[in-house]
């Protein structure tokens, strides 16, 4: 087993990076100044799954559009879990590992880009989709053979969970 996985088995809660994680990176900028993104519902059922069982997610993101903030209210995540503007991301990291009173080993981030670079550094699992720039490959512990928005969310989540011994129960009630 490697060591990426005899990791999870400590992870306690998610964070996560936005574009390029759970989209592909694109936006799509409307007349009126909105940006438009395309997420996965794979992914989407993934982290509602973790909330519901307990796992805290941190979404945090450079974007600020309120679509963002909507997106992950609806599949569960708490409106103070959600960190829109995060230019430099590791103070609200370390918000979110005081609020929940966890250690940043006990977290897994993912992100894909150089903003990222901070948090993967001091988290227990640094993960990225398969498309992240090299930058953030060079100093990941996982990289995902999934791409952002082609379900790399779902994919740490799913292995935490099912390593954990959790992934069966916790999706027991969907599966019927
Ligand atoms: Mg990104």
Same mark, same amino acid.
């Given at each position: ?10 992870? #306690?809660?998610? +964070?996560?990076?936005? %574009? ?16 438009? #993104?395309?997420?996965? +519902?794979? @992914?989407?059922? /993934?982290?509602?799954? /973790?909330?519901? =069982? =307990?796992?805290?997610? /941190? ?9 963002? &903030? ?10 103070? @879990? ?9 103070? %609200? ?10 250690? /940043? ?5 993912? $992100? ?19 498309? &992240?720039?090299?930058?953030?490959? @060079? ?8 791409? $952002?928005?082609? $379900?790399? &969310?779902? @994919? ?13 129960? &916790?999706?027991? +009630?969907?599966?019927?």
């Amino acid at each position: 087993m490697s060591n990426f996985k005899v990791k999870l088995n400590k992870i #306690r809660a998610f +964070a996560f990076d936005v %574009d390029g994680v759970f989209t592909d990176g694109q936006v799509l900028a409307t007349e009126n100044g909105d940006l438009l #993104r395309s997420h996965n +519902a794979k @992914d989407g059922f /993934a982290v509602r799954v /973790a909330v519901i =069982n =307990n796992y805290p997610v /941190a979404i945090i993101t450079g974007g600020s559009s309120e679509s963002i &903030a909507l997106r992950f209210i609806q599949i569960g995540v708490p409106k103070e @879990d959600i960190y829109l503007k995060s230019i430099c991301k590791l103070p %609200d990291f370390e918000d979110f590992l005081k609020r929940h009173n966890l250690s /940043a080993d006990e977290v897994l981030y993912m $992100g894909d880009d150089i903003p990222d670079i901070g948090i993967l550094k001091s988290c227990g699992v640094s993960a990225c989709p398969a498309d &992240a720039v090299n930058e953030v490959k @060079d100093v990941c512990q996982y990289i995902s053979l999934y791409g $952002g928005g082609k $379900g790399c &969310a779902r @994919d740490v989540i799913e292995q935490t969970l099912k390593i954990q011994g959790r992934w069966a129960d &916790a999706t027991e +009630a969907y599966s019927g």
